[in-house]
């Protein structure tokens, strides 16, 4: 994940050991050059160090214009969402922009924290679902819907036998009865994971299925309700009037808008567009793992102003990660 971001970012795996950026001590007056190999060094991170070193840690907004200015377009060719680039330039030079900077600092680390911490900015906290849970009335419902294809019932056998293994009792209902093979395909996960499903026919109204399974939960005292539901696109009149009628018949406690990272901007541009029309109350980014550019991780949440819950990083039952922003962090700014 994100190998495209973290190269074009200069921050890849160094093939020689890395030069010591920290900053000699100079004699009064000398402006203190950079390692010549740092020079060479490419990526636009390093060309930002070296204003840093040459300007001896007191930067004026000119100096890093051009540079953050490369930066916001290396953001945008990873499919970072144009107002999110926007914001994570304008936190970066906030923070290094007029700040007088101790002589022996490392470039590196004042550059590299600058972005970190404003990466961090953009991502957001997360939605910690077990204590959401577990301080809740139960049970829970959670209503899981998107566009098609993009992991829905997947995350929902993922996220039922997470929120198994954290001890609590699940039902899944079987939502989608519109898309041939659905009902099958969750029935599938379910029997493997030892989960109890609720289904009915294919072509059976999805809310009467959903009523069903909350009816179930509250006669077994279920923790928690996971519903399934089929794929629809935002400007489908229909799908849509289908899924306000779900809503008020389960009365859901959650809706998350699940999409898929290798969609990338278009799948920002998505949750943007559900989120007018169904209010959602948090993000599942799907398929993390076959998205090298990363934007849609880094910008879905900032562009809806809804957490990222959980991300999705690979096919098997545990590939399901609570979203925290080191996990994303850790992978562009981690050793590799
Ligand atoms: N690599 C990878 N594949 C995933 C991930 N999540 C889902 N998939 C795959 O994506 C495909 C579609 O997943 P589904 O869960 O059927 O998607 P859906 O949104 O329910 O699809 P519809 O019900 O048709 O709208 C399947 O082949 C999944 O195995 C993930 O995190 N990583
Ligand atoms: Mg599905």
Do not use: W
Not at 37 to 55: M, Q, R, S
Not at 105 to 114: L, R
Request: with cysteine; net charge negative.
């Amino acid at each position: 994940m994100f190998e495209g971001l973290k190269n074009k970012l200069g921050l890849g795996k160094k093939k020689t050991p890395a030069p010591e950026t920290e900053v000699p001590a100079p004699a009064a007056h000398t402006i203190a050059k950079p390692e010549p190999e740092e020079k060479k060094a490419p990526g636009f991170l390093n060309k930002i160090k070296t204003l840093v070193v040459e300007h001896e840690f007191v930067l004026s907004e000119k100096d890093i214009e051009e540079s953050l200015f490369e930066l916001q377009m290396v953001l945008l060719e990873s499919d970072v969402a144009y107002p999110v680039a926007e914001a994570i330039t304008e936190h970066m030079k906030k923070e290094l922009v007029g700040t007088h900077r101790k002589l022996r600092e490392s470039a590196d680390d004042v550059v590299t924290d600058a972005l970190r911490h404003a990466i961090e900015k953009v991502l957001g906290e997360g939605f910690d679902l077990v204590s959401y849970i577990k301080n809740h009335e139960k049970p829970v419902k959670i209503l899981f819907t998107g566009v098609n294809g993009t992991g829905k019932t997947t995350s929902v056998a993922k996220i039922a036998h997470y929120l198994q293994s954290q001890g609590l009792s699940v039902v899944v209902g079987a939502g989608d009865t519109f898309r041939a093979g659905a009902i099958e395909q969750i029935r599938v996960h379910c029997e493997r994971l030892g989960i109890k499903l609720i289904a009915h026919q294919e072509g059976a109204d999805p809310s009467a299925v959903l009523y069903d399974t909350v009816e179930y939960a509250k006669a077994h005292k279920t923790d928690v309700v996971l519903a399934d539901s089929a794929g629809r696109f935002h400007n489908r009149v229909n799908l849509m009037n289908q899924l306000e009628k779900i809503k008020r018949v389960m009365k859901p406690d959650l809706v998350f808008y699940v999409d898929e990272a290798v969609a990338g901007n278009d799948a920002v541009i998505r949750a943007e567009e559900f989120e007018k029309t169904v209010s959602t109350d948090g993000v599942i980014l799907t398929k993390v793992d076959m998205d090298p550019k990363g934007g849609a991780a880094i910008s879905i949440a900032y562009t809806i102003g809804k957490p990222l819950v959980f991300l999705g990083v690979g096919q098997g039952y545990d590939d399901m990660k609570p979203f925290t922003p080191s996990l994303i962090i850790d992978e562009i700014f981690g050793d590799d």
